[in-house]
Protein backbone atom coordinates (compact mmCIF):
# COMPACT_ATOMS: atom_id res chain seq x y z
CA UNK A 1 0.00 0.00 0.00
CA UNK A 2 1.39 3.82 -0.57
CA UNK A 3 0.54 6.39 2.10
CA UNK A 4 -1.52 9.58 0.79
CA UNK A 5 0.37 12.19 0.23
CA UNK A 6 -1.39 14.43 -3.00
CA UNK A 7 -2.62 16.95 -0.03
CA UNK A 8 0.46 17.95 0.60
CA UNK A 9 -0.02 20.29 -2.36
CA UNK A 10 -2.76 22.26 -0.46
CA UNK A 11 -1.12 22.28 2.99
CA UNK A 12 1.63 24.02 0.84
CA UNK A 13 -1.31 26.60 -0.84
CA UNK A 14 -2.42 26.90 2.25
CA UNK A 15 0.56 28.31 4.13
CA UNK A 16 0.83 31.04 1.27
CA UNK A 17 -3.11 32.26 2.41
CA UNK A 18 -1.79 32.32 6.29
CA UNK A 19 1.26 34.01 5.23
CA UNK A 20 -0.33 36.64 3.68
CA UNK A 21 -1.90 37.83 7.02
CA UNK A 22 1.59 39.11 8.33
CA UNK A 23 2.53 40.49 5.18
CA UNK A 24 3.00 43.94 7.15
CA UNK A 25 5.24 42.96 9.28
CA UNK A 26 9.09 43.97 8.93
CA UNK A 27 10.79 41.31 7.23
CA UNK A 28 12.46 38.24 8.76
CA UNK A 29 12.85 34.78 7.35
CA UNK A 30 13.54 31.59 9.38
CA UNK A 31 16.23 30.10 8.15
CA UNK A 32 16.57 26.27 9.59
CA UNK A 33 19.62 24.02 8.42
CA UNK A 34 17.63 21.71 5.39
CA UNK A 35 20.24 19.32 5.92
CA UNK A 36 20.34 18.92 9.20
CA UNK A 37 16.27 18.64 8.87
CA UNK A 38 16.60 16.09 6.37
CA UNK A 39 19.16 13.81 8.34
CA UNK A 40 16.80 13.66 11.23
CA UNK A 41 13.69 13.62 9.56
CA UNK A 42 15.23 10.25 7.26
CA UNK A 43 16.21 8.28 10.30
CA UNK A 44 12.73 9.25 12.13
CA UNK A 45 10.94 7.60 9.00
CA UNK A 46 13.04 4.89 9.23
CA UNK A 47 11.79 4.29 12.88
CA UNK A 48 8.50 4.68 12.36
CA UNK A 49 8.36 1.95 9.68
CA UNK A 50 8.23 -0.06 12.98
CA UNK A 51 4.29 0.31 13.88
CA UNK A 52 1.27 -2.23 13.57
CA UNK A 53 -0.26 -0.66 10.06
CA UNK A 54 -3.30 1.21 11.54
CA UNK A 55 -4.49 3.10 8.78
CA UNK A 56 -4.97 -0.43 6.84
CA UNK A 57 -7.90 -2.74 6.50
CA UNK A 58 -5.97 -5.59 7.94
CA UNK A 59 -5.41 -3.59 11.06
CA UNK A 60 -8.22 -4.51 13.15
CA UNK A 61 -7.55 -4.72 16.53
CA UNK A 62 -7.25 -1.67 18.92
CA UNK A 63 -8.87 1.79 19.07
CA UNK A 64 -7.06 3.37 16.65
CA UNK A 65 -8.84 5.51 13.75
CA UNK A 66 -6.53 7.18 10.98
CA UNK A 67 -7.44 11.12 10.80
CA UNK A 68 -9.20 12.35 7.79
CA UNK A 69 -6.97 13.94 5.59
CA UNK A 70 -8.81 17.46 6.67
CA UNK A 71 -8.03 16.83 10.39
CA UNK A 72 -4.38 16.12 9.26
CA UNK A 73 -3.66 19.20 6.70
CA UNK A 74 -5.58 21.64 9.37
CA UNK A 75 -3.79 20.79 12.42
CA UNK A 76 -0.53 20.76 10.17
CA UNK A 77 -1.12 24.49 9.46
CA UNK A 78 -1.75 25.70 12.70
CA UNK A 79 1.46 24.75 13.92
CA UNK A 80 3.18 27.02 11.74
CA UNK A 81 1.66 29.40 14.58
CA UNK A 82 1.39 26.83 17.47
CA UNK A 83 -1.76 28.32 19.24
CA UNK A 84 -2.50 28.05 22.96
CA UNK A 85 -6.01 27.71 23.77
CA UNK A 86 -5.92 28.50 27.28
CA UNK A 87 -6.28 32.46 27.00
CA UNK A 88 -7.69 34.16 24.12
CA UNK A 89 -4.39 36.31 23.91
CA UNK A 90 -2.87 33.29 22.59
CA UNK A 91 -5.66 31.80 20.45
CA UNK A 92 -7.62 34.43 18.75
CA UNK A 93 -8.77 32.27 15.70
CA UNK A 94 -8.35 28.64 17.69
CA UNK A 95 -10.44 29.38 21.05
CA UNK A 96 -13.40 30.85 18.49
CA UNK A 97 -12.99 27.32 16.34
CA UNK A 98 -13.18 25.83 19.46
CA UNK A 99 -15.91 27.30 20.61
CA UNK A 100 -17.53 26.43 17.23
CA UNK A 101 -16.55 22.93 16.88
CA UNK A 102 -17.52 21.93 21.26
CA UNK A 103 -21.52 23.39 20.13
CA UNK A 104 -21.39 21.13 16.85
CA UNK A 105 -20.83 18.08 19.53
CA UNK A 106 -22.97 19.87 21.97
CA UNK A 107 -26.33 19.91 19.34
CA UNK A 108 -25.22 16.82 18.36
CA UNK A 109 -26.80 15.56 21.74
CA UNK A 110 -29.33 17.81 22.19
CA UNK A 111 -27.95 20.19 24.10
CA UNK A 112 -28.85 23.83 22.88
CA UNK A 113 -27.13 25.32 26.09
CA UNK A 114 -24.14 23.43 27.83
CA UNK A 115 -20.59 24.41 28.71
CA UNK A 116 -17.99 22.24 27.41
CA UNK A 117 -14.28 22.90 26.17
CA UNK A 118 -11.43 20.16 24.77
CA UNK A 119 -8.73 18.39 26.70
CA UNK A 120 -5.70 16.50 25.62
CA UNK A 121 -7.93 13.23 25.45
CA UNK A 122 -10.94 11.15 27.57
CA UNK A 123 -8.81 10.06 30.64
CA UNK A 124 -9.04 14.35 31.53
CA UNK A 125 -12.44 14.77 30.13
CA UNK A 126 -13.40 12.21 32.66
CA UNK A 127 -11.77 13.83 35.06
CA UNK A 128 -13.18 17.06 34.82
CA UNK A 129 -16.84 14.94 34.66
CA UNK A 130 -15.86 13.37 38.26
CA UNK A 131 -14.01 16.21 39.61
CA UNK A 132 -17.26 18.86 38.86
CA UNK A 133 -19.48 15.76 39.95
CA UNK A 134 -17.38 15.60 43.50
CA UNK A 135 -17.99 19.35 43.73
CA UNK A 136 -21.77 18.78 43.35
CA UNK A 137 -22.04 16.06 46.11
CA UNK A 138 -19.42 16.51 48.79
CA UNK A 139 -18.14 13.56 50.32
CA UNK A 140 -20.46 11.38 47.97
CA UNK A 141 -19.37 8.12 46.05
CA UNK A 142 -19.38 7.69 42.24
CA UNK A 143 -20.21 4.36 40.87
CA UNK A 144 -19.06 2.71 37.54
CA UNK A 145 -19.60 -0.63 36.28
CA UNK A 146 -16.55 -3.56 36.46
CA UNK A 147 -16.60 -3.23 32.71
CA UNK A 148 -16.27 0.76 32.81
CA UNK A 149 -12.99 2.31 31.72
CA UNK A 150 -10.13 1.82 34.33
CA UNK A 151 -9.51 5.64 34.49
CA UNK A 152 -12.50 6.17 36.21
CA UNK A 153 -11.25 3.87 39.82
CA UNK A 154 -7.23 5.73 39.18
CA UNK A 155 -8.97 9.02 38.99
CA UNK A 156 -11.97 8.88 41.81
CA UNK A 157 -8.29 7.74 44.18
CA UNK A 158 -6.47 10.98 42.74
CA UNK A 159 -9.55 13.11 43.44
CA UNK A 160 -10.15 11.98 46.92
CA UNK A 161 -13.94 10.63 45.86
CA UNK A 162 -14.99 7.00 47.26
CA UNK A 163 -15.58 4.66 44.04
CA UNK A 164 -17.99 1.61 43.87
CA UNK A 165 -17.63 -0.68 41.29
CA UNK A 166 -21.34 -2.04 40.02
CA UNK A 167 -21.24 -5.76 38.60
CA UNK A 168 -22.47 -5.79 34.91
CA UNK A 169 -24.95 -8.84 33.31
CA UNK A 170 -24.18 -11.23 30.82
CA UNK A 171 -23.82 -8.87 28.20
CA UNK A 172 -21.43 -6.32 30.23
CA UNK A 173 -23.69 -3.94 30.90
CA UNK A 174 -24.43 -2.07 34.67
CA UNK A 175 -26.41 -4.78 36.60
CA UNK A 176 -29.31 -1.91 36.98
CA UNK A 177 -31.26 -4.50 39.79
CA UNK A 178 -27.55 -4.18 41.71
CA UNK A 179 -27.20 -0.71 41.30
CA UNK A 180 -30.38 -0.63 42.78
CA UNK A 181 -29.70 -2.10 45.97
CA UNK A 182 -26.48 -0.23 46.51
CA UNK A 183 -28.54 3.42 46.10
CA UNK A 184 -30.64 1.84 48.72
CA UNK A 185 -27.86 1.45 50.90
CA UNK A 186 -24.86 3.40 49.85
CA UNK A 187 -24.44 7.32 49.67
CA UNK A 188 -24.05 7.46 45.79
CA UNK A 189 -23.54 11.03 44.17
CA UNK A 190 -22.80 10.18 40.83
CA UNK A 191 -23.24 7.07 38.53
CA UNK A 192 -21.09 6.66 35.43
CA UNK A 193 -22.88 5.87 32.47
CA UNK A 194 -20.54 3.92 29.97
CA UNK A 195 -21.73 4.28 26.12
CA UNK A 196 -19.66 2.21 24.76
CA UNK A 197 -17.39 0.29 26.89
CA UNK A 198 -13.59 -0.08 25.15
CA UNK A 199 -13.48 -3.83 25.96
CA UNK A 200 -16.66 -4.92 24.23
CA UNK A 201 -18.67 -1.83 23.15
CA UNK A 202 -21.56 -2.71 25.71
CA UNK A 203 -24.19 0.79 26.57
CA UNK A 204 -25.05 0.77 29.94
CA UNK A 205 -29.55 0.86 29.94
CA UNK A 206 -29.42 4.53 30.53
CA UNK A 207 -33.40 4.74 30.34
CA UNK A 208 -33.31 2.31 33.45
CA UNK A 209 -30.68 4.89 35.20
CA UNK A 210 -32.48 7.70 34.66
CA UNK A 211 -35.48 5.89 36.15
CA UNK A 212 -33.17 5.60 38.96
CA UNK A 213 -32.09 8.84 38.78
CA UNK A 214 -35.87 9.95 39.75
CA UNK A 215 -36.15 7.97 42.35
CA UNK A 216 -33.03 8.33 44.87
CA UNK A 217 -31.50 12.01 43.05
CA UNK A 218 -27.92 11.30 42.25
CA UNK A 219 -25.97 13.01 39.32
CA UNK A 220 -25.37 10.80 35.71
CA UNK A 221 -22.14 11.34 34.06
CA UNK A 222 -21.55 9.42 30.56
CA UNK A 223 -18.48 8.02 29.13
CA UNK A 224 -19.23 7.83 25.58
CA UNK A 225 -15.46 8.34 24.64
CA UNK A 226 -15.48 5.82 22.03
CA UNK A 227 -19.13 5.15 21.19
CA UNK A 228 -20.14 8.82 21.73
CA UNK A 229 -20.64 9.76 17.55
CA UNK A 230 -22.79 6.66 17.16
CA UNK A 231 -25.38 9.30 17.87
CA UNK A 232 -25.74 10.13 14.44
CA UNK A 233 -25.82 6.02 13.05
CA UNK A 234 -29.12 4.82 11.55
CA UNK A 235 -28.44 1.10 11.91
CA UNK A 236 -28.30 0.91 15.63
CA UNK A 237 -30.19 -1.49 17.48
CA UNK A 238 -33.82 -0.59 19.73
CA UNK A 239 -31.86 -0.72 22.87
CA UNK A 240 -28.96 1.02 21.88
CA UNK A 241 -31.12 4.05 20.26
CA UNK A 242 -33.08 4.41 23.01
CA UNK A 243 -30.20 5.10 24.95
CA UNK A 244 -28.76 7.51 23.01
CA UNK A 245 -32.42 8.77 22.85
CA UNK A 246 -31.73 10.26 26.01
CA UNK A 247 -28.10 10.72 26.33
CA UNK A 248 -29.37 14.88 26.39
CA UNK A 249 -30.80 14.42 29.92
CA UNK A 250 -27.60 13.48 31.68
CA UNK A 251 -25.47 15.98 33.38
CA UNK A 252 -22.15 15.94 32.26
CA UNK A 253 -21.00 14.05 29.09
CA UNK A 254 -17.16 12.81 27.59
CA UNK A 255 -16.61 12.07 24.57
CA UNK A 256 -13.08 11.63 22.20
CA UNK A 257 -12.88 13.44 18.53
CA UNK A 258 -9.70 11.15 18.44
CA UNK A 259 -11.63 8.27 17.87
CA UNK A 260 -14.41 8.26 16.04
CA UNK A 261 -14.27 12.26 15.40
CA UNK A 262 -11.50 11.73 12.68
CA UNK A 263 -9.57 13.46 14.66
CA UNK A 264 -5.27 13.38 15.59
CA UNK A 265 -4.69 12.59 18.99
CA UNK A 266 -5.15 13.88 21.47
CA UNK A 267 -8.27 15.81 21.50
CA UNK A 268 -11.44 14.71 24.08
CA UNK A 269 -14.13 16.69 25.57
CA UNK A 270 -15.99 17.06 28.20
CA UNK A 271 -19.76 18.78 28.24
CA UNK A 272 -21.83 19.83 31.17
CA UNK A 273 -25.26 20.21 30.38
CA UNK A 274 -25.79 23.09 33.17
CA UNK A 275 -22.95 26.11 32.78
CA UNK A 276 -23.65 27.12 35.93
CA UNK A 277 -21.11 24.25 36.79
CA UNK A 278 -18.57 27.22 35.70
CA UNK A 279 -18.48 28.65 38.93
CA UNK A 280 -16.22 25.68 40.06
CA UNK A 281 -13.19 26.45 37.70
CA UNK A 282 -13.39 30.16 38.86
CA UNK A 283 -9.97 31.81 39.28
CA UNK A 284 -7.60 34.97 38.64
CA UNK A 285 -5.01 34.85 36.40
CA UNK A 286 -4.70 38.51 35.88
CA UNK A 287 -0.90 37.72 33.40
CA UNK A 288 -2.36 35.80 31.29
CA UNK A 289 -6.14 37.06 30.53
CA UNK A 290 -5.42 40.74 29.83
CA UNK A 291 -6.01 41.68 26.38
CA UNK A 292 -10.14 40.55 26.30
CA UNK A 293 -12.99 41.33 28.83
CA UNK A 294 -14.45 37.78 26.77
CA UNK A 295 -14.52 34.32 28.59
CA UNK A 296 -11.55 32.78 28.08
CA UNK A 297 -10.91 28.94 27.54
CA UNK A 298 -8.57 28.89 30.86
CA UNK A 299 -11.17 29.92 32.93
CA UNK A 300 -13.13 26.83 32.28
CA UNK A 301 -10.74 24.11 32.07
CA UNK A 302 -8.56 21.89 34.55
CA UNK A 303 -5.69 21.60 31.89
CA UNK A 304 -3.84 24.81 31.33
CA UNK A 305 -2.07 25.48 28.06
CA UNK A 306 -3.89 23.11 25.65
CA UNK A 307 -2.54 23.03 21.40
CA UNK A 308 -4.96 25.37 19.45
CA UNK A 309 -4.05 22.86 16.83
CA UNK A 310 -6.60 20.42 18.15
CA UNK A 311 -9.89 22.92 17.71
CA UNK A 312 -8.52 23.84 14.39
CA UNK A 313 -8.34 20.24 13.08
CA UNK A 314 -11.97 19.53 14.44
CA UNK A 315 -13.14 22.69 13.05
CA UNK A 316 -12.34 22.23 10.00
CA UNK A 317 -13.71 18.70 10.28
CA UNK A 318 -16.93 19.77 11.04
CA UNK A 319 -16.78 21.91 7.96
CA UNK A 320 -16.12 19.15 5.85
CA UNK A 321 -17.97 16.65 7.67
CA UNK A 322 -20.91 18.23 9.75
CA UNK A 323 -22.15 15.72 12.67
CA UNK A 324 -25.49 15.19 10.91
CA UNK A 325 -27.35 11.77 10.04
CA UNK A 326 -26.93 10.61 6.59
CA UNK A 327 -23.80 12.71 6.34
CA UNK A 328 -20.23 11.62 5.63
CA UNK A 329 -18.79 10.92 8.91
CA UNK A 330 -22.44 9.27 10.21
CA UNK A 331 -21.97 6.93 7.37
CA UNK A 332 -18.80 5.66 7.81
CA UNK A 333 -19.62 4.62 11.04
CA UNK A 334 -22.89 3.00 9.98
CA UNK A 335 -20.27 1.05 7.42
CA UNK A 336 -18.27 -0.10 10.97
CA UNK A 337 -20.91 -1.19 12.36
CA UNK A 338 -22.65 -2.85 9.81
CA UNK A 339 -19.02 -4.88 9.18
CA UNK A 340 -19.41 -5.63 13.06
CA UNK A 341 -22.67 -7.52 12.21
CA UNK A 342 -21.35 -8.98 9.55
CA UNK A 343 -18.53 -10.70 11.76
CA UNK A 344 -20.49 -11.79 14.24
CA UNK A 345 -22.84 -13.45 11.32
CA UNK A 346 -19.82 -15.74 10.15
CA UNK A 347 -18.97 -16.56 13.77
CA UNK A 348 -22.29 -17.21 15.20
CA UNK A 349 -22.26 -19.87 12.32
CA UNK A 350 -19.04 -21.65 12.60
CA UNK A 351 -18.71 -23.98 15.06
CA UNK A 352 -15.11 -23.20 16.01
CA UNK A 353 -15.75 -19.90 17.47
CA UNK A 354 -18.55 -18.22 20.21
CA UNK A 355 -19.28 -14.79 20.12
CA UNK A 356 -19.84 -12.95 23.47
CA UNK A 357 -23.17 -11.55 22.26
CA UNK A 358 -23.90 -9.19 19.13
CA UNK A 359 -22.23 -6.32 18.92
CA UNK A 360 -23.97 -2.95 20.16
CA UNK A 361 -21.52 -0.60 18.47
CA UNK A 362 -18.44 -1.85 16.12
CA UNK A 363 -16.77 -3.85 18.42
CA UNK A 364 -17.03 -7.84 17.98
CA UNK A 365 -15.46 -10.55 20.79
CA UNK A 366 -15.37 -13.95 20.40
CA UNK A 367 -14.11 -17.21 21.86
CA UNK A 368 -12.12 -19.93 19.86
CA UNK A 369 -13.34 -22.87 20.91
CA UNK A 370 -11.73 -25.75 23.28
CA UNK A 371 -12.82 -27.92 25.39
CA UNK A 372 -12.13 -25.99 28.52
CA UNK A 373 -11.89 -22.24 29.03
CA UNK A 374 -8.34 -22.81 29.83
CA UNK A 375 -8.04 -24.14 26.51
CA UNK A 376 -9.91 -21.53 24.98
CA UNK A 377 -8.16 -19.01 25.99
CA UNK A 378 -4.59 -20.46 24.84
CA UNK A 379 -6.22 -21.17 21.07
CA UNK A 380 -7.36 -17.76 20.93
CA UNK A 381 -3.30 -16.68 21.87
CA UNK A 382 -2.37 -18.84 19.26
CA UNK A 383 -5.07 -17.94 16.55
CA UNK A 384 -4.62 -14.00 17.27
CA UNK A 385 -0.31 -14.55 16.64
CA UNK A 386 -1.24 -16.88 13.37
CA UNK A 387 -3.23 -14.09 12.03
CA UNK A 388 -0.65 -11.67 12.57
CA UNK A 389 1.63 -13.55 10.71
CA UNK A 390 -0.20 -13.08 7.61
CA UNK A 391 -0.43 -9.01 8.33
CA UNK A 392 -4.05 -9.53 10.19
CA UNK A 393 -3.96 -7.67 13.25
CA UNK A 394 -6.51 -8.05 15.93
CA UNK A 395 -6.52 -7.61 20.01
CA UNK A 396 -6.90 -10.07 22.68
CA UNK A 397 -8.84 -9.33 25.88
CA UNK A 398 -9.00 -10.76 29.34
CA UNK A 399 -13.01 -11.10 29.52
CA UNK A 400 -15.44 -12.88 32.97
CA UNK A 401 -16.50 -16.87 31.32
CA UNK A 402 -20.46 -15.58 31.89
CA UNK A 403 -20.27 -13.53 28.91
CA UNK A 404 -19.85 -16.86 26.75
CA UNK A 405 -22.60 -18.66 28.64
CA UNK A 406 -23.61 -20.59 24.63
CA UNK A 407 -19.89 -21.71 24.93
CA UNK A 408 -19.43 -25.64 24.08
CA UNK A 409 -16.24 -25.58 26.56
CA UNK A 410 -16.57 -26.46 30.42
CA UNK A 411 -15.62 -23.47 32.69
CA UNK A 412 -12.51 -23.89 34.79
CA UNK A 413 -11.45 -20.18 34.89
CA UNK A 414 -13.76 -17.42 36.06
CA UNK A 415 -12.06 -15.54 33.01
CA UNK A 416 -11.10 -16.57 29.54
CA UNK A 417 -8.69 -14.63 27.19
CA UNK A 418 -10.65 -13.86 23.94
CA UNK A 419 -9.92 -12.56 20.12
CA UNK A 420 -11.41 -8.70 19.90
CA UNK A 421 -11.59 -6.45 16.86
CA UNK A 422 -12.38 -2.90 16.63
CA UNK A 423 -13.94 -2.59 13.14
CA UNK A 424 -13.80 1.26 13.45
CA UNK A 425 -12.91 2.00 9.21
CA UNK A 426 -15.66 2.15 6.80
CA UNK A 427 -13.47 -0.12 4.55
CA UNK A 428 -13.61 -2.83 6.92
CA UNK A 429 -17.17 -3.61 5.51
CA UNK A 430 -15.59 -4.34 2.49
CA UNK A 431 -12.38 -5.79 3.62
CA UNK A 432 -14.55 -8.43 5.32
CA UNK A 433 -14.43 -11.24 2.91
CA UNK A 434 -10.42 -11.00 2.63
CA UNK A 435 -10.68 -10.66 6.78
CA UNK A 436 -12.63 -13.64 7.41
CA UNK A 437 -10.46 -15.86 4.75
CA UNK A 438 -7.46 -14.68 7.00
CA UNK A 439 -8.93 -15.86 9.96
CA UNK A 440 -10.48 -18.66 8.81
CA UNK A 441 -7.52 -19.97 7.30
CA UNK A 442 -5.21 -18.88 10.78
CA UNK A 443 -7.71 -21.19 12.67
CA UNK A 444 -7.59 -24.11 10.70
CA UNK A 445 -4.04 -24.20 10.92
CA UNK A 446 -3.81 -23.61 14.69
CA UNK A 447 -6.64 -26.38 15.20
CA UNK A 448 -5.13 -28.67 12.87
CA UNK A 449 -1.92 -28.64 14.89
CA UNK A 450 -3.79 -30.86 17.87
CA UNK A 451 -2.15 -28.90 20.77
CA UNK A 452 1.54 -28.33 19.12
CA UNK A 453 2.76 -24.03 19.97
CA UNK A 454 4.30 -23.58 16.56
CA UNK A 455 2.30 -21.15 14.32
CA UNK A 456 2.50 -21.89 10.47
CA UNK A 457 1.63 -19.38 7.56
CA UNK A 458 -1.66 -19.31 5.91
CA UNK A 459 -1.34 -19.12 1.84
CA UNK A 460 -2.40 -15.57 1.42
CA UNK A 461 -5.90 -15.61 -0.07
CA UNK A 462 -6.57 -14.96 -3.43
CA UNK A 463 -9.73 -13.34 -5.72
CA UNK A 464 -11.31 -11.00 -7.60
CA UNK A 465 -12.63 -9.36 -4.34
CA UNK A 466 -9.19 -8.95 -3.16
CA UNK A 467 -6.95 -5.43 -3.48
CA UNK A 468 -3.59 -4.70 -2.28
Known sequence: MSLEKESLAILRDALDVLEKGFQDLPAYQPAPDMEALR????????????NYP????????QMLKPP???ARLAYMLAMWINPNNHALDGSRASSPMEKEAVADIAAMFGWESHLGHLTSGGTVANMEGLWIAGCEHPGKAIAASTQSHYTHHRLTGVLGIPFIEVPVDERARMDVDVLRRLLQREDIGTVVVTIGTTAT???????EILALRDEFDFRIHADTAYGGYFALVDNLGEEARAAYDLLSEVDSLAIDPHKHGLQPYGCGCILFKNPAVGRFYKHDSPY??????????GEITLECSRAGASAVGLWATHQMMPLVMGGTLANGLSKGREAALDLHRRLENDSRFT?????QLDIVVWAVNGQTSAEASWRAQQVFD?????NLHLALVKLPAKFFKHAPFSVDEDTLTCLRSCLMKPEHLEWMPRIWDILDQSTAIILDEGGHPAVKTAPAPQGPDYKD
Do not use: E, R, W
Open 39 to 50: SVMMTVADKMQD
Open 54 to 61: YHHPLYAG
Open 68 to 70: HPI
Open 201 to 207: GSIDPLP
Open 288 to 297: TYFTSSDLHL
Open 355 to 359: PAFAP
Open 386 to 390: ACAAN
